[in-house]
Protein backbone atom coordinates (compact mmCIF):
# COMPACT_ATOMS: atom_id res chain seq x y z
CA UNK A 1 0.00 0.00 0.00
CA UNK A 2 1.39 3.25 -0.64
CA UNK A 3 2.81 5.47 1.72
CA UNK A 4 -0.40 8.21 1.22
CA UNK A 5 -2.74 5.93 1.30
CA UNK A 6 -2.03 4.22 4.78
CA UNK A 7 -1.36 8.38 5.86
CA UNK A 8 -5.11 8.48 4.60
CA UNK A 9 -6.40 5.24 6.38
CA UNK A 10 -4.60 5.87 9.37
CA UNK A 11 -6.36 9.62 9.86
CA UNK A 12 -9.97 8.19 8.54
CA UNK A 13 -9.55 5.03 11.26
CA UNK A 14 -8.86 7.62 14.22
CA UNK A 15 -11.12 10.13 13.56
CA UNK A 16 -14.20 7.78 12.58
CA UNK A 17 -13.81 4.49 13.59
CA UNK A 18 -15.19 2.55 10.60
CA UNK A 19 -16.07 -0.55 9.99
CA UNK A 20 -15.43 -0.26 6.12
CA UNK A 21 -12.79 1.50 4.70
CA UNK A 22 -11.78 1.39 1.39
CA UNK A 23 -9.31 3.90 -0.21
CA UNK A 24 -8.24 3.89 -3.78
CA UNK A 25 -5.61 5.48 -5.67
CA UNK A 26 -6.61 6.83 -8.97
CA UNK A 27 -3.89 9.72 -9.58
CA UNK A 28 -2.70 7.42 -12.20
CA UNK A 29 -6.15 8.67 -14.09
CA UNK A 30 -4.87 11.86 -13.92
CA UNK A 31 -1.58 11.63 -15.33
CA UNK A 32 -0.92 15.25 -17.09
CA UNK A 33 -3.70 16.85 -14.98
CA UNK A 34 -3.21 20.25 -13.33
CA UNK A 35 -3.06 18.31 -10.00
CA UNK A 36 -1.16 15.48 -11.09
CA UNK A 37 1.47 18.23 -12.11
CA UNK A 38 1.18 19.18 -8.73
CA UNK A 39 2.67 15.87 -6.84
CA UNK A 40 -0.33 15.58 -4.77
CA UNK A 41 -2.91 12.57 -5.78
CA UNK A 42 -6.67 11.63 -6.46
CA UNK A 43 -8.30 9.21 -4.33
CA UNK A 44 -11.58 7.51 -3.69
CA UNK A 45 -12.90 6.55 -0.54
CA UNK A 46 -15.58 4.57 0.56
CA UNK A 47 -16.43 4.52 4.26
CA UNK A 48 -18.79 3.02 6.90
CA UNK A 49 -19.01 4.43 10.37
CA UNK A 50 -21.75 4.49 12.94
CA UNK A 51 -20.79 8.76 13.31
CA UNK A 52 -22.71 9.40 9.87
CA UNK A 53 -25.98 7.59 11.26
CA UNK A 54 -28.85 9.89 11.01
CA UNK A 55 -26.53 12.98 8.82
CA UNK A 56 -26.97 14.61 5.23
CA UNK A 57 -24.24 13.81 3.19
CA UNK A 58 -22.85 17.68 3.27
CA UNK A 59 -22.36 16.75 6.83
CA UNK A 60 -20.55 13.36 6.52
CA UNK A 61 -18.58 14.73 3.98
CA UNK A 62 -17.15 17.64 5.89
CA UNK A 63 -16.81 14.73 8.97
CA UNK A 64 -13.95 12.98 6.31
CA UNK A 65 -12.79 16.48 4.97
CA UNK A 66 -11.99 17.15 8.35
CA UNK A 67 -10.13 14.21 9.35
CA UNK A 68 -7.86 14.57 6.59
CA UNK A 69 -7.05 18.89 6.79
CA UNK A 70 -3.55 17.94 6.67
CA UNK A 71 -3.66 16.05 3.84
CA UNK A 72 -5.55 18.03 2.11
CA UNK A 73 -3.03 20.62 2.30
CA UNK A 74 0.45 18.31 1.12
CA UNK A 75 -1.08 15.25 -0.35
CA UNK A 76 -4.53 15.18 -1.99
CA UNK A 77 -5.85 17.14 -4.73
CA UNK A 78 -8.85 15.50 -5.66
CA UNK A 79 -11.13 13.24 -3.62
CA UNK A 80 -13.97 11.35 -4.34
CA UNK A 81 -16.33 9.89 -0.92
CA UNK A 82 -18.83 7.25 -0.35
CA UNK A 83 -20.23 7.64 2.99
CA UNK A 84 -22.40 5.85 4.68
CA UNK A 85 -24.00 4.61 7.82
CA UNK A 86 -23.70 0.94 8.88
CA UNK A 87 -27.84 0.27 7.89
CA UNK A 88 -27.08 2.16 4.47
CA UNK A 89 -23.78 0.04 3.81
CA UNK A 90 -25.73 -2.44 1.16
CA UNK A 91 -27.54 -0.15 -0.69
CA UNK A 92 -26.51 0.85 -4.34
CA UNK A 93 -26.08 3.88 -5.55
Do not use: N
Not at 39 to 66: C, M, W
Request: with cysteine; aromatic share 4%.
Amino acid sequence: MSERRERIRECLQAALAPTVLEVEDESHLHAGHAGARSGKGHFRVTIVSERFAGLPLLQRHRLVYDALADLMESDIHALAIRARAPEEAHRKD
